[in-house]
């Protein structure tokens, strides 16, 4: 059975690899913010917030949300629809990175007032097209 997890006014600080990753769980993020997610020793990841479509679709829902000083994407999507209203991503790699996966298109739905950049996240939020790999299932 597919899982659901609702993140809230929290603080997830770093981290290594990702700051909060699903697999084909449905996923709430609303006030978090997520700062200094950085890459494994291997320099693998390093993503704020990484969600992947292995199976199914799941709602992934992210609002008034800051990612900051991520080492690879601010936002990683593989495959996977998500939507995004009031997040900041700001000091990333790639700020918002949208993979397709597994024969699966990315869909990023702007929900209005998103912001990206470096050292403020103060343009247009861009999805981009990067090549990267999510990390397998645990």
């Known amino acids: ?29 609303d006030g978090l913010h997520i700062a200094n997610t950085r890459a494994q020793g291997n320099g693998l990841f390093g993503d704020g917030i990484a969600v992947i479509r292995d199976f199914r679709d799941a709602d992934t829902a992210v609002s008034n949300t800051l990612v900051s000083d991520s080492a690879r994407a601010g936002i990683a999507v593989f495959g996977a629809p998500i939507s995004l209203t009031n997040v900041n991503l700001r000091c990333a790699a790639f700020a918002l990175a949208a993979d397709p996966y597994l024969g699966s298109e990315p869909v990023v739905a702007d929900g209005g007032g998103n912001l990206c950049g470096c050292p403020e996240a103060d343009g247009a939020c861009k999805a981009v097209t990067v090549g990267l790999m999510p990390p397998p299932p645990l």
Do not use: K
């Not at 597919?2 to 769980?25: I, K």
């Open 1 to 29: 059975a597919p899982s659901a997890l609702h993140l809230e006014h929290d603080l997830v600080t770093d981290s290594f690899s990702f700051g909060v990753v699903s697999h084909d769980g449905d996923l709430t993020i």
